[in-house]
């Protein structure tokens, strides 16, 4: 049994004393579930302050970013084993608004996996194709080729480890959700992609959705075979709003 993961990515949201707040609402709210993995990521300026909010919690600590290199002359970058620093258990690789803003191509989202993996980080490697893309018959192909770049460095014995969000860039930020029919068909399709490339363990890899998820369609989605949690915008901000979601999956 794979156990569902629930991810807040706040992007360029909160200062840190909103995001503070939000830790300690949220933190009793999910106080009595088991049975399902929670993590919050912050922006980077609040990820401290907040991993010292969820101490003793069972709410996990994610970076958006990461860079691939341990240190060096990289302004304005943060790199994995500063993350670890702060109790990072996760990051956030390619996202599409990192692919699409700011030019990321999926060599790179390899580089930071891999480099994440080496300093005990989990990465939660986003794909997923654009509207034009999917109008175009190419979901697959779009799918195939992100994957194949953004997973070219995990070894295989530690694929278990990495979490997978698909999430449709036609879904994310636009209230337009992909039905469960066909975020499934794209799920299935990556779950067979992830066979071919690490063999069984692919059973065990979590595969998250993420686009317009809220509190009154998550257990449809979750309700999915191989959709097994969520990445969350815009339901993530408030405290009460991704609790239900949390609930909605566990
Ligand atoms: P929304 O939930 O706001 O659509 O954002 C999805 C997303 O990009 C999560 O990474």
Not at 187 to 197: C, D, E, P, V, Y
């Amino acid at each position: 049994m794979r156990t569902p993961i629930l991810a807040a990515n706040w992007k360029m949201h909160k200062t840190v004393g909103e995001a503070v707040a939000f830790a300690k609402a949220f933190v009793p709210l999910v106080a009595g579930v088991a049975n399902a993995e929670i993590v919050v990521a912050p922006p980077f300026t609040a990820l401290a302050a907040v991993g010292a909010a969820l101490a003793g919690s069972n709410v996990k600590l994610a970076a958006q970013n990461a860079h691939f290199e341990k240190q060096g002359a990289f302004t304005g970058e943060v790199s994995p084993p500063m993350l670890a620093d702060l109790g990072c258990a996760y990051a956030i690789v390619g996202h599409s608004e990192r692919r699409a803003l700011f030019g990321e191509p999926s060599e790179l989202v390899a580089k930071k996996a891999a480099a994440l993996l080496a300093h005990g980080i989990r990465p939660i490697v986003c794909v997923g194709e654009t509207l034009d893309e999917r109008e175009a018959g190419r979901t697959f192909a779009v799918l195939e080729s992100q994957l194949d770049g953004s997973l070219a460095s995990v070894d295989g014995g530690r694929a278990a480890e990495v979490v997978i969000a698909y999430e449709p860039v036609w879904a994310i930020g636009t209230g337009r959700t992909a039905t469960p029919e066909i975020a499934q068909e794209a799920h299935a399709m990556i779950r067979s992609w992830l066979g071919k490339r690490f063999g069984g363990a692919a059973a065990q890899m979590r595969i998250q959705y993420g686009g317009s998820v809220k509190p009154d369609n998550t257990a449809q989605l979750m309700a999915q075979t191989d959709i097994d949690g969520a990445l969350v915008g815009g339901a993530s901000l408030e405290a009460e709003s991704f609790a239900k979601i949390v609930a909605a999956s566990a």
